[in-house]
């Protein structure tokens, strides 16, 4: 698997299936925490760099729900926010 981002990027253990196929993953790099990305098939995306991503659920429609937070920063759990991530975009917007 291509990885993005820094060396080092390793999957954490959450993966999803988006209705088209296409895949949603977590993962660290060299530093922490370090988002959730997309891959079509052919390139990777993205999207919430840095952040902790805690959970990923994938709708009908293809647009990814995924819970994460600023754990670098020691921020409690309820810091914990929900955003929306369409795969035509990777621009998330907080929910």
Known sequence: MQGWGGT???????LSVAP?????VNGSDDFGCDGVAHY???????CLHSLC???IDIGPDGNAWV??????HMRPA?????YVITPETTVATES
């Open 20 to 24: 088209d196929g296409s895949v949603w």
């Open 78 to 82: 309820e810091d914990v926010q929900t």
């Open 40 to 46: 079509d098939g052919t390139t990777w995306t993205q």
């Open 67 to 72: 819970r994460a937070n600023d754990y670098g």
């Open 8 to 14: 080092g990027f390793i999957a954490t253990g959450l």
């Open 53 to 55: 991503v805690h959970d």
